[in-house]
């Protein structure tokens, strides 16, 4: 497509801000930083490495496993319009779980064992956006790979890590709803369910279709009788703590292996879990998280004041998402939180504070004609001593130059002499006090 | 179209890299992350701040300015083929300056200028790969936008940050060749050429198709006599310090305002940069940077030691970029540094050491039936205290949890003891001194 043949958008609609992919102001993305920052410091305490893989996979990496219900951004080329109407080859990806499984496959001879990494990245989907689902968004994932068994140990460490992220970056209350897919599918086999993989896969779809839309489907896809929905139902409603949760579910007189070895799970992680806070984790029945990868503890956040509003963190086990590219075993466990989606929420409930425009901490005032190497000097040495400087860039009248720095809220400002000889002031932007000062030894005092 | 439309890569083939879209290993990542954090950190010493728009903007925003040379990657929908040959409608952007200006474009009113911000971030770009030359690589921009007139302080501070930059991750020697647009075109126009830009743009790719290529193309194309051709190419060839540059340009005889205010801002830009860093710049007549919104100094860093390959770092100053969208007048300048590029080529030739695996600075062992809790509560006393750490993940023997610590290069061993009352130890892994210690006042000692 040569230039000629633009599609010509007006002045107006190429500024327009595209449905689903948002932007923040500078003074948000200061706090969206800052979030960043302090969640890879708690993953990088529990020893949790970066890793970021590119953001293309192959199409067929991407319909591989699990969420092809969502939409997949394919890549082509703008000059390439002879093959235009080929096989869409690559794609973008839609999650960090999908290329971890793929770069940990590939790259199996170079990796430590257990491999735990994070990464903070983002991922795209064609969806429909609407409150909370965008179609660009930043995800913070941390999972475990082995090529042994995982211990029940990281499903106790990664909700717990998940958890002081969201306190470390105020997200205020939110509640981890856990269940176990083992039990699910212990509890169906132990019903005589063949398919257990799509009753989970229907159950799931209880919020969006309601018990009656469920029933009719379990009825005609999967040809169950009344009496075994309704013991279906039963399990789906159960909640509460760990104890409360696996005493029901044995009242209910169902019975498997798998059931059991679930069952003994759950105990052990929310016995653990609760050990260290009490109230923000439970067990829910109804969770299945749709994904057909997962096979064991599986996790659901979401705030306590917006409940309606989409999960802020998910994740759980899976034990053949890495291993199905190499034919081996290589299980896994890992959590997703939605820093778009939190960001977002709390942003517009009014919950972040965004006061600050830079990250200077200091303005060097150029004026009256003060010699440029004397005011340029004077910035870098404060500047050497770990300040955020900025030189005002012209020598202009002092109220234009005190105007940009109330306008992007720098609390100091500095006024170099007139001469090499001269004396340096600095001033309070808040309490307006000014007094002498030395570049190379000024402390601010607290404030 | 459906999942079983796939196009049924092989298990191979899912793994294999895609050419011209790296991916580090984690010690190699980890290097990665510590140069990004320096050059953020100097860049906000300078009172740049983060913006991060959106990955994706029309065709037709992509198109406006400068680079339509480089193929640009269009998305698509998956499940969206009844549309599939529609006009592609979106695309990645190809680097981060074009996005900026769109971006400061529609949010002008809530700017304040001048408008410095940084970026960090990927860009894509649909050209063959080749040494140094990447689809998907990642960006370090910094910009200043301004509604006034931007002074030559700028044209100053933007590539002694840069280089400030490379200095700190370790680039090695470098040079940086700056030239002024201006000084171009008022040649030229002081040669009574019509189209400038056009001639501009052909003697940028002098080095691609020599000195004999050009002249025919300049004969062919723009109607040149061999006495302007002649008179160019002199100019093309002058290169050296400010003052020798300006006296040999200011000796052949050609003369225009233009070229006049364009030899004012190089002497004042390299007069200062010359000041701080005599080696490292150096004017050189046969820069131009192909872009065509470049207006006035424009700047192109190299390898020292690899001049063969490609720039590492390039900008300049353009004059009506931003304001186009907006029709007013929004200057700005700007420098952008190619991580990517930089990285790979300094890890190929072995100048970027990695060896670290992990950011783990402890392993708490799990060991001879100690109790999971106060395992688990040893290491959170550790990680409270700012250590990073890892808590072996189950009790096991000994000797493997030592050959994990090796394998992933963690400097301390920590021994929990067997019970509450027992006593702990740590063990340097370079050292293997073990002595006793308490988790809560430990110290490690430098070494």
Redesign the interface.
């Known amino acids: 497509m040569s230039?000629s043949k633009?599609?010509?958008?007006t002045?107006k609609?190429?500024?327009?801000?595209?449905s689903g992919?948002?932007?923040?102001?500078?003074e948000e993305?200061?706090v969206?930083?800052d979030w960043i920052d302090k969640i890879r410091t708690i993953f990088?305490?529990?020893?949790?490495?970066?890793?970021?893989?590119?953001?293309?996979e192959?199409?067929?990496?991407l319909?591989?496993q699990g969420d092809?219900d969502k939409?997949?951004?394919?890549?082509?080329?703008?000059?390439?319009i002879p093959n235009?109407?080929r096989?869409?080859?690559?794609?973008?990806h839609y999650d960090l779980t999908v290329p971890m499984a793929?770069?940990v496959?590939?790259?199996m001879e170079?990796?430590?064992f257990?491999f735990?990494?994070y990464q903070i990245q983002?991922a795209w989907r064609?969806e429909r956006p609407q409150d909370g689902r965008f179609r660009?968004f930043m995800q913070c994932d941390i999972d475990?790979v082995d090529t042994r068994e995982?211990?029940l140990?990281?499903d106790v460490?990664i909700p717990t890590i998940m958890h002081q992220v969201l306190k470390s970056i105020d997200a205020g209350p939110v509640f981890t709803r856990i269940n176990n897919r083992k039990i699910l599918e212990g509890y169906y086999s132990g019903l005589d369910i063949d398919n257990t993989s799509a009753a989970i896969r229907l159950i799931d779809k209880v919020d969006k279709i309601g018990f009656d839309g469920i029933a009719n489907l379990l009825k005609l896809e999967l040809k169950l009788n009344t009496k075994t929905i309704d013991k279906i139902f039963q399990l789906t409603q159960i909640r509460g703590s760990g104890r409360q949760v696996v005493d029901q579910i044995q009242r209910l007189g169902v019975h498997s292996d798998l059931l059991d070895r679930g069952l003994e799970e759950l105990t052990f992680v929310m016995q653990?879990l609760e050990?260290n806070n009490e109230e923000a984790f439970s067990v829910d029945l109804s969770i299945a998280r749709g994904l057909a990868y997962y096979t064991g503890t599986v996790y659901e956040t979401r705030f306590v004041d917006y409940p309606a509003y989409p999960s802020i963190c998910g994740g759980g086990r899976y034990d053949n998402l890495v291993g199905d590219?190499?034919?081996k075993r290589l299980p896994g466990i890992g959590i997703s939180i939605g820093l778009s989606r939190i960001f977002a929420k709390l942003l517009k409930e009014k919950r972040i504070i965004t006061d600050k425009?830079?990250?200077?901490e200091i303005l060097v005032i150029y004026s009256r004609g003060a010699p440029?190497?004397l005011v340029s000097k004077t910035a870098q040495t404060l500047?050497q001593r770990?300040?955020?400087?900025?030189?005002y860039?012209?020598d202009r009248k002092l109220n234009a130059q005190l105007k940009?720095a109330e306008?992007?809220g720098i609390p100091w400002i500095w006024f170099p002499p007139n001469n090499i000889d001269g004396e340096h002031q600095v001033k309070n932007s808040v309490s307006r006090e000014q007094q002498p000062a030395d570049p190379t030894t000024w402390i601010p005092e607290k404030g």
């Open positions: 230039p633009k599609s010509g958008l002045a609609e190429k500024l327009r801000p595209i992919f948002p932007e923040l102001l500078p993305r200061r969206e930083l990088e305490s529990y020893g949790f490495t970066s890793i970021e893989p590119r953001t293309v192959p199409i067929d990496v319909l591989k092809t939409e997949i951004y394919t890549l082509g080329r703008l000059l390439d235009s109407d096989e869409p080859n690559y794609g973008l793929r770069y496959a590939a790259n170079k990796l430590d257990p735990k990494r983002k064609g660009e475990v995982i211990p140990h990281f460490e653990e050990h590219f190499v034919n425009k830079s990250p200077t440029y190497q500047r770990g300040f955020n400087v900025e030189q860039h012209e940009y306008g992007k």
